[in-house]
C-alpha cells in the first residue's frame, strides 16, 4: 500500500504501522534511522503513537517534540480530575437536561497497570452522575506477554475489564489473533458484550457477536451502540487468515448504512469503530445520522475532538495512557451539547486498592518461567541461533523460507538444558511482527547483498536454503551462490514464500515486486510455538551461509 511521510510518498507492506512508515521515511530520505523522542501526526494534526495502524492512502509528519512543561500538563490533567469529581450530581426527574458521560478506551493491547485507575475514575464519576457508561473500541489483546503468552490466553483482561466496569467492547482486528475458540471462550466471560455489524459468522467457530447494544439513560433517553470492524485489501481483519477461517466480512462503512434505522428508533447513534481515523471520517461523510464516533485501530490521540459533517469524533491514544471522557447534554430527547476530553491516566494519584493486588499478581505470573523445551547441547554464536529463529519461522507460518538479520539476535548463546519462555524474551525482545512476500532468486539476491554491504560481513541468517558470497573488494558483494533443501539449486523462474521481521522489511533496501504481507504473529511468537513443538532442538555447528573471495 502507498503512505505519504513528511510529503514523501512511500511503497509500504500492507498492515504496516505508524512506525513502520518512519523507519521506511528514514532509509528513503537517506538518514539515519530516526529514533528517540519523535512525534507523529497524522493529516488532521493528531498526535499517533508507532504502533498505530495505517489505512491506505494515509498522510502522517515526524519530527521531534518541543521541549514541554511536564508540571503544566500534570497540573492540568489534576484540574480536569478535579472538576470531574467534584462536579455536582444531577436529578433528570427534576431537570429539563440530562447528562451522559461515556468513558472512552482504545486500543488498550493487554497493557494492564493503568486499570486500577480507570477502575477508580469510573467508580468516581457513578458516585456523582447517575449516568456513566465506559466502552473500548477494540484491540484489547496482544502487547503484553502476561496477557498473551500464558496458557489462559486473554483472561487476565477480561476479568480486569469486568471488575471496571465496561458496558460494551467492538471487535478489533487484534481479537482474532486469540483464535475462534479463545475468543469465544473469552467473550463468555465477559460480562459486557463484543459487537460487530459487519461479519457473518455462521460459517466459523466464532459464535456470531451482535451488531449493535442498546444502552438506557433513565426511562426515555436511548442510546444505540454500533460496532464496526476494520478491513486490509485482502477483506480481512489485520490478523491472520487461519484465525478467522469460515467468518465473512464486509465493508464497514456499506454495511452501517442498514443500520441508520437505528438513530430514528433510539434518538441517539454511535459508532464504536475499529477502523482507524481517515475511514472514521469517511463514515462520519457518508452517515451524518451518527451523533458521535468513537474510533480505535490507529492510535491517535485526539486531544480536541474533530467535528465532520456534523458528527464528533473521538480517540484516547493506545496502551491505556489517557481515557477518553466523551459528555452528552440531551434536552427534551435531543442532544444540545457534546464534547470530549482525554485524561492522562498516570495524573491520577488513586486507584482501585484491590485491583491494584490483582493486577500485581498478574505480573508476577511464573509463567515465564515455564520450560518450553530443552537444548541438548549449548547454541553459542549469531549462525546457530539464527538458524533456530528463522527454522522458527519456516515452521509455523508453512513459509519457503525465512531470513533473520544479525541486529535482532540479542543473546550470544543459549546454554545446555532447559530453555524457558523468558530466554525466548531475551533473545528476541522487539515484539517484531513478521512479515510475508513472494520473492523470487533475483530478489532474494539483492536482500541478502544489501544485508551484507550493510555490515560488512554476514548479516542474514537463514532457513530453506544455504547461500555463499562472493566479495569482490572491501566487502562488496560480487554474487550469490543459493542452494536449496538437500543442495539443489532454486528454480530461477520460481516465486517463493519468504518470511522476515517487520524491521527489516520496512529499513533493509531490496528489490521486491510484492509489497509484502503482515501477519499476525510476533517472531517471538513463533519461535515459542515452535520450540513447544519440538521440546528437543540441536543447532550444534549449523551454518548455513559462508563468504569466498
Known amino acids: 500500500m502507498k503512505v505519504v511521510v513528511n510529503g514523501h510518498c512511500l511503497v509500504i507492506f500492507q498492515g504496516a504501522t505508524a512506525g513502520d512508515a518512519v523507519l521506511a521515511y528514514s532509509q528513503h530520505s537517506f538518514r539515519r534511522v530516526m529514533s528517540g523522542k519523535l512525534m507523529i501526526y497524522d493529516r488532521f494534526g493528531n498526535k499517533t503513537d508507532p504502533g498505530g495502524a495505517l489505512n491506505d492512502g494515509a498522510v502522517i509528519h515526524v519530527k521531534k ?20 469529581i467534584h462536579g455536582w450530581a444531577q436529578n433528570a426527574g427534576e431537570t429539563r437536561y440530562v447528562e451522559i458521560i461515556i468513558l472512552h478506551t482504545n486500543d488498550m493491547h493487554a497493557k494492564i497497570d493503568n486499570l486500577p485507575k480507570l477502575a477508580y475514575l469510573a467508580d468516581s464519576l457513578r458516585k456523582t452522575h ?24 486473554g483472561y487476565p483482561m477480561i476479568d480486569l475489564m469486568n471488575r471496571c466496569g465496561f458496558n460494551v467492547s467492538c471487535l478489533g482486528n487484534h481479537e482474532f489473533d486469540l483464535g475462534q475458540e479463545f475468543l469465544n471462550k473469552r467473550s463468555g466471560q465477559a460480562v459486557f458484550p463484543f459487537i460487530c455489524c459487519n461479519l457473518d459468522a455462521s460459517g466459523g467457530v466464532y459464535k456470531q457477536p451482535e451488531p449493535y447494544i442498546v444502552l438506557n439513560a433513565g426511562s426515555k433517553i436511548t442510546l444505540a451502540i454500533l460496532g464496526i470492524i476494520q478491513l486490509d485489501a485482502n477483506g480481512l481483519p489485520s490478523s491472520h487468515p487461519s484465525k478467522m477461517t469460515g467468518i465473512r466480512f464486509f465493508n464497514g462503512i456499506s454495511k452501517a448504512r442498514e443500520f441508520t434505522w437505528l438513530k430514528e428508533r433510539y434518538g441517539i447513534l454511535i459508532g464504536l469503530t475499529h477502523l482507524g481515523l481517515e475511514d472514521d471520517v469517511r463514515l462520519a461523510d457518508s452517515i451524518p445520522q451518527f451523533d458521535m464516533i468513537i474510533g480505535g485501530h490507529s492510535h491517535t490521540l485526539i486531544e480536541k475532538p474533530m467535528m465532520e459533517n456534523g458528527v464528533m469524533i473521538v480517540q484516547a491514544g493506545s496502551n491505556l495512557k489517557y481515557v477518553g471522557k466523551a459528555t452528552l447534554t440531551v ?13 492522562l491516566l498516570s ?24 520450560v518450553i523445551a530443552r537444548a541438548r547441547k549449548p ?6 541461533l539464527g538458524s533456530l529463529m528463522t527454522d522458527a519461522l519456516t515452521d509455523q507460518l508453512k513459509v519457503d523460507i525465512a531470513f533473520q538479520n544479525k541486529g535482532g539476535i540479542r543473546v550470544q548463546s543459549l546454554a545446555q538444558g532447559d530453555i524457558t519462555i523468558k530466554d525466548i524474551y531475551k533473545l528476541d525482545p522487539f515484539n517484531n511482527q513478521v512479515v510475508i512476500f513472494r520473492m523470487n532468486f533475483d530478489e532474494m539476491k539483492s536482500l541478502i547483498c544489501y544485508g551484507y554491504q550493510l555490515e560488512k560481513e554476514i548479516d542474514l541468517q537463514v532457513s530453506g536454503l544455504t547461500y555463499t558470497i562472493t566479495d569482490n573488494w572491501n566487502h562488496r558483494c560480487g554474487d550469490v551462490e543459493i542452494q536449496g533443501p538437500g543442495g539443489k539449486p ?38 515459542i510455538d515452535y520450540l513447544k513443538i519440538k521440546k528437543e532442538v540441536d543447532y550444534q555447528g549449523v551454518k548455513r551461509t559462508s563468504v569466498k573471495p
Open 65 to 84: 517534540p518541543k521541549t514541554m512543561n511536564k508540571r503544566f500538563y500534570i497540573i492540568l490533567a489534576l484540574f480536569v480530575l478535579l472538576i470531574t
Open 130 to 153: 447517575p449516568y456513566v457508561f465506559l466502552v473500548s473500541a477494540g484491540d484489547n489483546f496482544t502487547g503484553n506477554p502476561v496477557v498473551d503468552m500464558i496458557p489462559d490466553k
Open 331 to 343: 434536552e427534551n430527547g435531543k442532544i444540545t451539547s457534546k464534547r470530549d476530553e482525554v485524561i
Open 347 to 370: 495524573a491520577l494519584n488513586k486507584s482501585n486498592p484491590e485491583m491494584d493486588e490483582l493486577v500485581r499478581k498478574y505480573n508476577q505470573n511464573e509463567e515465564f518461567s515455564k
Open 379 to 384: 547454541l553459542e554464536g549469531v549462525d546457530e
Open 490 to 527: 532454486l528454480d530461477p523462474s520460481k516465486d517463493y514464500t519468504v518470511a522476515m521481521n517487520n524491521y527489516m522489511a520496512v529499513t533493509y533496501k531490496f528489490d521486491h515486486r510484492d509489497p509484502g504481507t503482515a501477519a499476525s504473529i510476533t517472531t517471538s511468537e513463533a519461535l
